[in-house]
């Protein structure tokens, strides 16, 4: 079993809709949880932690659910720019770092 | 300031080579990653340094070399590659108490 689970997509949603991004992980000692957003040929850029109590950057909201183990991330007013593959990462302890494989997200005109 | 610097941005070499990677960090960030990544695939790990000391090896093999020789700088040395190790090579580091990790441009490995 991976140790983390995403839905790979694509998903092709038009200018302005809301989509929802989930992922799912497998070790209840995972501790720290993030989002990242890469765009093709270039590096992960972190978007956002996610904390126990959700959190909110703008059009962006991250959400942790422990009990569940899954972690989502919703885009709001989705923009043409917003076209990249976003990444969850899970830190279980220490510096070990697993990845989602990502999901792929075009915004279209 | 949030940037790793890496070098080179682009490198072909032959399978008899030896090349060097290199990265570097001014964030004061005590651990110190490379990852792989091969085209529609997410990063892999492969190394992880805590305190200038190796703490994670992925089971990569011996072809591929760290070495970490201060707290802000980071190398991969690469001997004796196959075609198969052609990728982007990404270089990340974090503070120890968020674990936020933040990437390098990488380097596009292509080994002919």
């Known amino acids: 079993r991976k140790e983390v689970e995403q839905d790979p997509g694509p998903f092709n949603v038009p200018e302005g809709a809301t989509v929802a991004f989930n992922c799912t992980y497998s070790n209840s000692a995972s501790q720290s949880f993030f989002w990242y957003r890469q765009d093709c040929r270039k590096e992960p850029k972190l978007l956002m932690s996610v904390y126990s109590s959700g959190n909110e950057d703008g059009r962006f909201t991250a959400q942790l659910n422990r009990a569940s183990q899954y972690i989502s991330l919703l885009i709001r007013d989705s923009k043409l720019s917003d076209s990249a593959t976003y990444l969850c990462?899970?830190?279980?302890?220490?510096?070990?770092?697993?990845f989602g494989t990502g999901t792929s997200l075009t915004v279209i005109p | 300031d949030t940037e790793v610097t890496q070098t080179p941005k682009h490198l072909v070499m032959g399978m008899t080579n030896k090349k060097s990677l290199k990265c570097e960090q001014h964030m004061g960030h005590r651990a110190m990653y490379w990852y792989k990544q091969k085209a529609k695939k997410p990063p892999e790990l492969m190394f992880v340094y805590s305190y200038e000391k190796l703490s994670i090896n992925e089971s990569v093999p011996s072809r591929f070399s760290p070495e970490c020789p201060n707290s802000s700088l980071l190398n991969l040395h690469l001997h004796a590659l196959q075609p198969e190790d052609s990728a982007l090579y990404l270089c990340?580091?974090?503070?120890?108490?968020?674990?936020?990790?933040?990437f390098g441009p990488g380097t596009r490995l292509t080994v002919t």
């Open positions: 990462v899970v830190n279980i302890a220490g510096n070990q770092f697993y």
């Open positions: 990340a580091s974090s503070h120890y108490t968020s674990y936020e990790q933040y």
